[in-house]
């Protein structure tokens, strides 16, 4: 197969984890006889400050042109403690989910067995979570009206939802739970607030279509706690967009470090694979970054095009190299790999044909080794 993908590292380690994921698709590419190309374009804070702009024409433009995006990370601590700055560099990947249509944000999370002890829940709360976060990404309190009064007193963020927006979401949560334990759980705030309503009214009418689907509902606030409680108990959550941001960054404890988890921002012509880490600008540039999101997020990306066994095969990878403790400090407090050797391990295992996975099973998280 051939795939032109384009490459944003962005801000703090974006381009020092987009380089290990690069490299992994290399290797996946030589190994499987594909052609990937790519080619990089600036976003964010170095968009900012070599174009006054956090996502130039030019970058926009490459998107659109590419069969996908792989992105790295945005934010600057200049921006991030300067709350009156009128541009920022979160507008930059807002803009550019809006502009490529992404509506639907899928973030898998699910306990390593090795590293079960890193995380701050008990392993045996945790031992056999393995969940998916659908959040809808281009709606919401994060795309309403805004206001600010004059005297600086009084400001409003308006939030919206439109049936078709709730109702292509809610199709790629049910297709995914029929792919997977049969559960949708819709996180949302029904006693209170007006845009849920129509979001549990909505995915309900459509659930009927779905009879061998359990569906349940639960609030947000209860949903955050049941997290913790007992995240076992999730397959699918289905949600809106500043929930599914909280969420999912909660979600993040359950495998022990942030670093871990990988997502991919979808709508019908464009797609976007991405850590949902930050830019961790305190790490950039000491080689401590964990790139193992976004060699997940790799992952996603050949699965997005039903690449199913050289995704696999990265996740095979990642499996071995963590059984290994072939990790970053996040992981491993006395480790000593840095970002490059963690890439670079993990590149050699994709090369080794003695990496072998279990046929029968090719789907995203759930590759075995043999």
């Known amino acids: 197969m051939k795939l032109n993908i384009a490459v944003l590292p962005g801000d703090g380690i974006g381009p020092e984890i987009t380089q290990q994921s690069v490299k992994i698709l290399k290797a996946i590419a030589e190994r499987f006889d594909h052609e990937f190309t790519f080619e990089e374009a600036v976003v964010g804070a170095a968009a900012i400050d070599a174009t006054n702009n956090p996502l130039p024409d030019a970058t926009l433009e490459l998107c659109k042109i590419s069969d996908a995006v792989l992105f790295g990370a945005i934010g600057d601590p200049k921006y991030d403690n300067n ?25 898998p999370v699910r306990a390593f067995e090795k590293l079960l002890e890193h995380s701050p829940l008990k392993p045996e ?31 409003s963020d308006l939030c919206e939802y439109s049936f078709d927006e709730i109702e292509r979401m809610t199709y790629l949560a049910f297709e995914a739970a029929q792919k997977r334990r049969k559960k949708v759980t819709l996180v949302d ?13 909505t995915v309900k009418e459509i659930a ?54 990988a997502s991919a921002s979808v709508g ?54 963590l059984e290994m403790n072939i990790c970053t400090s ?7 790999y840095s970002t490059e050797k963690v890439g670079t ?26």
Request: hydrophobic share 45%; net charge negative; glycine share 8%.
């Open 125 to 155: 709360r945790i031992a056999g979570a393995d969940m998916v976060i659908y959040r809808e990404l281009t709606g919401g309190i994060y795309f309403g009206k805004k206001t600010l009064s004059e005297d600086l007193k009084h400001a």
């Open 208 to 261: 009927k279509s779905y009879p061998e689907v359990e569906l349940d509902f639960l609030y947000v606030d209860n949903a955050a706690m049941q997290m913790i409680i007992n995240p076992k108990q999730f397959d699918v959550i289905l949600t809106e967009n500043m929930f599914g941001d909280i969420i999912s960054d909660e979600a993040s404890v359950i495998g022990g470090s942030i670093g871990l988890l």
């Open 330 to 336: 996040d992981i491993n407090k006395k480790s000593t």
């Open 83 to 107: 709350p009156a700055a009128k541009v920022r560099p979160e507008q930059g990947l807002l803009k550019l989910r809006k502009e490529l249509g992404l509506f639907a944000n899928i973030r």
């Open 189 to 201: 705030k029904a006693n209170v607030l007006e845009t849920s309503r129509l979001w549990r009214k």
């Open 345 to 370: 391990f993990i590149e050699g295992l994709i090369l080794d044909e003695d990496l072998k996975l279990n046929g029968d099973n090719l789907s995203l998280g759930q590759a075995t080794i043999i």
């Open 268 to 321: 019908k012509q464009f797609s976007l694979f991405e850590p949902i880490h930050g830019s961790y600008p305190q790490a950039t540039g000491k080689g401590i970054a964990n790139p193992i999101a976004s060699i997940l997020s790799a992952a996603m990306l050949l699965e997005h095009f039903n690449l199913l066994e050289e995704a696999a095969t990265i996740q095979a990878a990642v499996d071995k190299s």
